[in-house]
């Protein structure tokens, strides 16, 4: 029987961990020290290969999420992640399964490093094991990750389920690797050499997801749940992928590099059996969709919500949904199956950014129509935005803050546009060199693109002066006069950054006119607290003239 040990790094850089910027998710641990939030996403990519092998090999499987791991330590001295993970995999503990394969498993740029750092731990910890690379970045970026490592054997084309097996059964697995198409080895890249994705298309061959390898407990508390849900969300939530592929071609997506263009869905029932046993033996309520297209096949999505929704079911797209096909008809079903909040990816305000430059399908009336039906229905609706694109001007960032001003949505998520590897934005990106910094380290926080029409620094700061703009100085639920929304908006802030003086001020601009008094002077409290003799606070608040002083706050200092 052979033994594979699957890892996922973390999906935040060491820097970020221990020492995160202003602008960033916080997280305050035991010893006292703030440390950057690190999101704790299921990965389905490991708990499909398990279940799918096991269905078909006799295989022992284990999972090492360290994202898991770095949210429940309780302090972190080492001096790096290499360091703190030779320490984490040379513990008895590990090294007592003894792993034959070794499979890392990532999907975005930020684990860059901490892919190189655990193959390079792996090979010396495990050199007999034969070492494996899969997920979204190695798929595209292999040949960066071939250039800096020489510990991986062999890294997957795309999905793993189909190419694992077959190595699993083959008689000479290093000759495999060098002959396979789906499989990118250290002797193949520079030749000519055709990679193929090798695809399950009736996504119901693969088994009930191996759930099991997961210390469950540990996902609990996702920030992306606690930061962005309201109360009433916050429950146990599992999550599911009910069709791969995607057949837009956002110039900011690399998702069909691993997945493809064409859509492949698991049936209906499947999904309806899975969830039901997700809440069987989880206790799950919640049921997070992770498609990049969920509705990709409208009517399907409609039975999909309808029948877990009767099984009373809660439902959570982090992805966001296609907003051209959230008519009020399918609002109106996701409010009967109690979705309180979506995510919207508006991306931007700007008709010729969408148009031209990302070529996303989404009609700016859409999303007004969109998000008044929403606050219509008691949807509470989060707008993702993206900034700095190739091609995108600095008119085109006025257009869009003009317009999201106008917008009665609940919440921006306003993020700088950043280059996947495997995107054609990517590809504009190297070939025009527009890098100015490394750009498999991008974050969607920090700006690393700079081009004719603006730097990266503008874009950092343009960013921020968005998020400050649309979600406390012109805030719609304030603008509308729903001040509990607005105050449940602020307190959600403070749960990710608790220092952060704005969201306290606006905090006691709404508690004072709900007349809690009390609350607004200790909110107007910590707001000069933290403000004060902060330059970078100092700035924002003369740049949108906010009377967070006293000094300055004139009436509203007597609201209370």
């Given at each position: 029987m052979k033994r594979i040990l699957f890892i996922t790094p973390p999906n935040i850089t060491y820097q970020e961990f221990v020492k995160p910027a202003h602008n960033v998710k916080q997280v305050q641990k035991a010893d006292g020290r703030v440390y950057g939030s690190v999101i704790t996403d299921i990965p389905l990519g490991p708990l499909s290969l398990s279940a799918y092998l096991k269905k078909h090999a006799q295989v022992e499987t284990r999972l090492i999420d360290f994202n898991v791991e770095l949210n429940q330590v309780d302090s972190f001295e080492y001096s790096t992640f290499a360091t703190y993970y030779t320490d984490f995999l040379s513990s008895p503990e590990v090294m007592a399964f003894q792993p034959d394969i070794i499979g890392i498993s990532a999907l975005f740029a930020p684990s860059y490093r901490s892919f190189i750092d655990l193959a390079d731990c792996c090979r010396k910890l495990y050199p007999e094991a034969l070492l494996l690379g899969g997920g979204n970045m190695p798929t595209s970026g292999y040949r960066e990750i071939l250039r800096d490592t020489q510990a991986f054997d062999?890294?997957?084309?795309?999905?793993?389920?189909?190419?694992?097996?077959?190595?699993?059964?083959?008689?000479?697995?290093?000759?495999?690797?060098?002959?396979?198409?789906?499989?990118i080895t250290p002797r193949k890249v520079g030749k000519m050499f055709d990679y193929e994705h090798d695809f399950i298309v009736d996504l119901d061959e693969i088994p009930f997801l191996d759930y099991g390898l997961l210390d469950v407990a540990g996902y609990d508390i996702n920030p992306t749940m606690y930061y962005y849900t309201t109360e009433n969300a916050r429950s146990r939530g599992m999550a599911v992928m009910t069709s791969r592929g995607c057949p837009f071609k956002c110039i900011f997506c690399a998702s069909h590099k691993a997945h493809g263009r064409d859509m492949r869905y698991h049936s209906v029932a499947r999904v309806v059996e899975d969830a039901e046993k997700l809440r069987q033996l989880y206790d799950a309520d919640t049921i997070i969709i992770l498609d990049d297209h969920f509705m990709g096949d409208r009517l399907r999505a409609y039975d999909i919500v309808d029948q877990l929704s009767s099984k009373g079911l809660f439902l959570f797209f982090p992805n966001a949904l296609a907003l051209y096909a959230l008519d009020r008809r399918f609002l109106e079903l996701l409010n009967r199956a109690g979705v309180t909040q979506l995510i919207l990816a508006v991306e931007s305000g700007s008709d010729r950014v969408l148009k031209k430059v990302m070529r996303k399908p989404l009609k700016?009336?859409?999303?007004?129509?969109?998000?008044?039906?929403?606050?219509?229905?008691?949807?509470?609706?989060?707008?993702?935005?993206?900034?700095?694109?190739?091609?995108?001007?600095?008119?085109?960032?006025?257009?869009?803050?003009?317009?999201?001003?106008?917008?009665?949505?609940?919440?921006?998520?306003?993020?700088?546009?950043?280059?996947?590897?495997?995107?054609?934005?990517?590809?504009?990106?190297?070939?025009?060199?527009?890098?100015?910094?490394?750009?498999?380290?991008?974050?969607?926080?920090?700006?690393?693109?700079?081009t004719e029409d603006f730097s990266a620094e503008y874009i950092q700061e343009a960013s921020y002066q968005m998020n400050i703009e649309l979600n406390f100085v012109h805030n719609a639920n304030m603008r509308l006069g729903c001040y509990e929304a607005a105050l449940e908006g602020f307190r959600n802030v403070l749960r990710a950054k608790h220092d952060h003086p704005v969201a306290h001020y606006y905090a006691g601009v709404c508690q004072g006119l709900l007349g809690y008094a009390e609350e607004a002077r200790e909110s107007f409290r910590k707001a000069e607290e933290y403000a004060r003799d902060n330059a970078f606070w100092l700035g924002i608040i003369r740049q949108f003239e906010i009377p967070l002083f006293q000094s300055s706050r004139g009436e509203l200092d007597t609201c209370q």
């Open positions: 062999a890294i997957c084309y795309g999905e793993g389920e189909k190419p694992m097996l077959a190595l699993l059964q083959a008689e000479d697995p290093v000759g495999y690797l060098e002959q396979s198409h789906s499989w700016l009336d859409i999303v007004r129509r969109v998000a008044n039906d929403c606050r219509e229905l008691g949807i509470y609706t989060d707008c993702n935005i993206l900034i700095g694109l190739p091609g995108e001007t600095k008119d085109d960032i006025a257009d869009t803050r003009a317009f999201l001003k106008t917008i009665n949505a609940d919440w921006f998520r306003i993020n700088v546009a950043t280059p996947l590897t495997g995107s054609e934005m990517y590809e504009i990106c190297e070939e025009n060199n527009y890098f100015k910094d490394i750009p498999l380290l991008g974050n969607y926080k920090k700006a690393i693109v700079a």
